[in-house]
């Protein structure tokens, strides 16, 4: 049974920094796309960024470009978002994902099938 558990949220004034953590659990980590997704009160869930299983390839929501950077421990079965330059607009639940299979980053929700609970992240203005 797969099992992801965000931490590092909370609250940050406009322009800090926060670092995501999603820990992994129940099967070969290393061998599928990560990826983390956000949502708003009142909004659709977005991707954010994404990491294929070598970390070679990468790819972030335009909105994140310059500031977010996500990354992979495969020997800590861990994923991280590093997100600097905070904005309000930030501001969401922040979810870990998974899927069952490598290759390209998909960017749509519903190509993933595991999720975490989610961590908050407040960004005052």
């Known amino acids: 049974q797969v099992q992801l558990v965000e931490s590092g949220g909370g609250l940050v004034q406009a322009g800090g920094s926060l670092r995501l953590s999603c820990a992994a659990s129940?099967?070969?980590?290393?061998?599928?796309?990560m990826a983390w997704f956000r949502q708003a009160p009142g909004k659709e869930r977005e991707f954010v960024a994404g990491?294929?299983?070598?970390?070679?390839?990468?790819s972030y929501a335009d909105f994140v470009k310059g500031r977010f950077t996500i990354s992979r421990d495969n020997a800590e079965n861990t994923v991280y978002l590093q997100m600097n330059s905070l904005k309000p607009e930030d501001t969401a639940v922040y979810f870990c994902?998974?899927?069952?299979?490598?290759?390209?980053?998909?960017?749509?929700?519903?190509?993933?099938?595991?999720w975490g609970q989610g961590t908050q992240v407040t960004v005052s203005s």
């Open positions: 994902s998974t899927r069952d299979a490598f290759g390209p980053i998909p960017r749509r929700s519903y190509e993933y099938g595991y």
């Open positions: 990491i294929s299983r070598s970390s070679v390839g990468t």
């Open positions: 129940g099967r070969t980590f290393s061998r599928y796309t």
